[in-house]
Antibody
Framework: QVQLVDSGGGLVRPGGSLRLSCVASGFNFSDSSMTWIRQSPGKGLESISFINRNGSIKSYADSVKGRFTISRDNTKNSLYLQINRLTAEDTALYYC?????????WGQGTLVTVSS | QSVLTQPPSVSAAPAQKVTISCSGSRSNIGNNFVSWYRQFPGTAPKLLIYDNNKRPSGIPDRFSASRSDTSATLGITGLQPGDEADYYCGTWDNSLNIGVFGGGTRLTVL
């Protein structure tokens, strides 16, 4: 069955960096565009970054532009999110999801906590 | 503040029907398909509706949806206590060039 496994989250100080990863299985990863979505504690969903099937098209929400970088390795069925210059407002559960705007499959989420 | 606008909460009695609205603009709902998601506490959201009104396999026909101009609506009939959850609408925004969501609607089954 389709599975997305997120990892890489943790506690980081303001200004710090993390690299989130997502490993996909059960579907043809290289045929699927992918998105990172985050959810702050008690809040709603926010799409923060999108990448197309071959990685040639990337987009970012204004809230993370210039600080976050999305990438993928289709040979490893993996999606990544490099997050830099973290602030408290970046504290959230980060989900790896399939698709551009129709999200059939979701990872379990990886928690990023920014605190001194 | 979310790009799409949903009511924060709705409620109805068991067996009744409820609708949840989602309002956007021409750059998002007006020119793109709408999806709906359900999220139970502590779990990842799940796709309920895609392409405005289509149900993935396994989603009962108690769930329906429609889109008109720059708004969308989710309908749930035959409400059950197990339908209590947060519901989100989502679509692509051509101006922002990223996906957008509503702020979510908490459904309470009285």
């Amino acid at each position: 069955q389709v599975q997305l496994v997120d990892s890489g989250g943790g506690l980081v100080r303001p200004g710090g960096s993390l690299r989130l990863s997502c490993v996909a299985s059960g579907f043809n990863f290289s045929d699927s565009s992918m998105t990172w979505i985050r959810q702050s504690p008690g809040k709603g969903l926010e799409s923060i970054s999108f990448i197309n099937r071959n990685g040639s098209i990337k987009s970012y929400a204004d809230s993370v532009k210039g600080r976050f970088t999305i990438s993928r390795d289709n040979t490893k069925n993996s999606l990544y999110l490099q997050i830099n210059r973290l602030t408290a407002e970046d504290t959230a559960l980060y989900y790896c999801v399939s698709g551009r705007a129709r999200h059939d499959s979701w990872g379990q989420g990886t928690l990023v906590t920014v605190s001194s | 503040q979310s790009v799409l606008t949903q009511p924060p909460s709705v409620s109805a009695a068991p067996a009744q029907k409820v609708t949840i609205s989602c309002s956007g603009s021409r750059s998002n709902i007006g020119n793109n398909f709408v999806s709906w998601y359900r999220q139970f506490p502590g779990t990842a959201p799940k796709l309920l509706i895609y392409d405005n009104n289509k149900r993935p396999s396994g989603i009962p026909d108690r769930f329906s949806a429609s889109r008109s101009d720059t708004s969308a609506t989710l309908g749930i009939t035959g409400l059950q206590p197990g339908d209590e959850a947060d519901y989100y609408c989502g679509t692509w925004d051509n101006s922002l060039n990223i996906g957008v969501f509503g702020g979510g609607t908490r459904l309470t089954v009285l």
